[in-house]
């Protein structure tokens, strides 16, 4: 997934709506407010985030489903962690 995409999930990760100059400048990209409500619109189009006049926040369901991904994303860091420090220890004895 592009950066964009990932630093505007980021600042909508909250559930809350969000201003798009307020998106716009919590990106840490320079993004213009047109390329905010390009990104804003496609995820629209896929029903991932609601919009309402000049704010949007990311719909319940694909919410959840981030944070699913995320949680799992962690579970494989952790186990990948400790298969390396096993590895390490093995080396060691």
């Given at each position: 997934?592009?950066?964009?995409?990932?630093?505007?999930?980021?600042?909508?990760?909250?559930?809350?709506?969000?201003?798009?100059?307020e998106?716009k400048?919590?990106?840490?990209?320079?993004?213009?407010?047109?390329?905010?409500?390009?990104?804003?619109?496609?995820?629209?189009?896929?029903c991932?985030?609601?919009?309402?006049?000049?704010?949007?926040?990311?719909?319940?369901?694909?919410?959840?489903?981030?944070?699913?991904?995320?949680?799992?994303?962690?579970?494989?860091?952790?186990?990948?962690?400790?298969?390396?420090?096993?590895?390490?220890?093995?080396?060691?004895?």
């Amino acid at each position: 997934m592009p950066a964009i995409f990932d630093d505007i999930l980021e600042v909508l990760s909250d559930g809350e709506y969000h201003a798009f100059e307020e998106i716009k400048f919590k990106v840490t990209r320079n993004l213009n407010e047109t390329q905010v409500k390009a990104v804003l619109a496609f995820l629209d189009s896929y029903c991932f985030v609601k919009r309402r006049r000049q704010k949007a926040k990311l719909d319940l369901s694909f919410l959840k489903f981030l944070k699913r991904i995320r949680e799992l994303e962690d579970v494989e860091d952790e186990e990948e962690r400790e298969a390396r420090s096993g590895v390490a220890y093995e080396a060691e004895t």
